[in-house]
């Protein structure tokens, strides 16, 4: 099996360093790897971004751990390695189905907070939208990210109703996603969840979650989700997110759960595990050794 990092900026013989223990570490358990050029990849400049890929003689299974990509970006990557025969452990659909909560949401709505989604950025259509909610808070943020740094200003909406308000944080969403917004917006249903602590340089409230790696639709790691915090001991019912886990329409895969301070644990959202990142409490070689151990071949 091989890991497809990205390279250093400067440097395409050089790994990105962010992943350069996750490398020593995959090598030193049998991993093959092979360096891609992110910032090629994303100016859809393929054969620059795969010219220190080499051709395989058979099929090699491959995961990709680097930075976000569109599904149109992750389709081109997915194309140009399979022309190398090696092949990414999930297809375009798949990555896309967890990488965009409106392709998962059917599957997850019975635990996960309500939702809804327009690609139409029209203060007429994102009124109509947040109308749904009537009153109660809510959250904004695109099909793959929140501005959940700037929780005052560009993420919360304490009043669904607020026309004003609603317009204000989502203009500023907007205007801070940029070139980089996904597709629309999605409404969500904001949670009362269990306070953890608050982020020490953003002052964002953090709550207690955890991010669960799936592989295979098993669990192979579950890591607090933040790095600040102390999160005790907690007794979490695994069952049903592994029931929902298996129609999840893909092989590696991540659930992010958080407690709702009723005890509930719910489901905040899905990603493609290859580009979740590891948190900083992460051990490393358990993660490599869990995934070595359920993608043998």
């Not at 490393?284 to 071949?297: D, H, I, V």
Request: net charge negative; with cysteine.
């Amino acid at each position: 099996m091989r890991i497809i990092f990205c390279d250093a900026v400067f440097d395409s013989k050089t790994i990105e360093p962010d992943y350069e223990e996750e490398k020593n570490i995959a090598v030193d358990l049998g991993f093959n790897f092979s360096l891609i050029s992110y910032e090629a990849l994303v100016e859809n400049e393929l054969n620059t971004a795969l010219k220190f890929v080499p051709n395989q003689d058979k099929i090699e299974t491959a995961f990709y751990r680097g930075w976000m990509i569109t599904p149109q970006q992750y389709e081109n990557l997915y194309e140009g390695l399979l022309k190398k025969n090696i092949k990414l452990i999930n297809d375009p659909e798949s990555y896309k189905h967890c990488h965009y909560l409106p392709n998962s949401y059917d599957i997850i709505k019975t635990k996960t907070p309500k939702s809804n989604w327009t690609t139409d950025l029209t203060d007429v259509s994102i009124l109509k939208l947040a109308q749904d909610f009537g009153k109660s808070p809510i959250i904004v943020k695109d099909y793959v990210k929140s501005e959940k740094h700037h929780w005052e200003d560009a993420c919360f909406i304490p009043n669904a109703s607020d026309s004003n308000n609603v317009k204000t944080i989502v203009h500023n969403f907007i205007k801070l996603r940029g070139n980089t917004l996904n597709e629309g917006i999605v409404f969500r249903a904001f949670e009362e969840l269990e306070f953890l602590t608050e982020h020490s340089k953003s002052g964002m409230p953090l709550t207690k979650e955890f991010r669960i790696f799936f592989g295979n639709k098993k669990i192979i790691q579950v890591f607090n989700y933040w790095d600040e915090g102390d999160y005790g001991t907690s007794e979490i019912d695994f069952n049903e997110f592994k029931a929902l886990a298996l129609k999840i329409k893909s092989s590696f895969f991540t659930m992010d759960i958080a407690q709702k301070k009723t005890g509930e644990w719910i489901i905040m959202e899905l990603g493609d595990a290859q580009v979740a990142g590891l948190p900083d409490n992460a051990n490393k070689k358990e993660f490599y050794s869990a995934l070595n151990m359920n993608f043998k071949t």
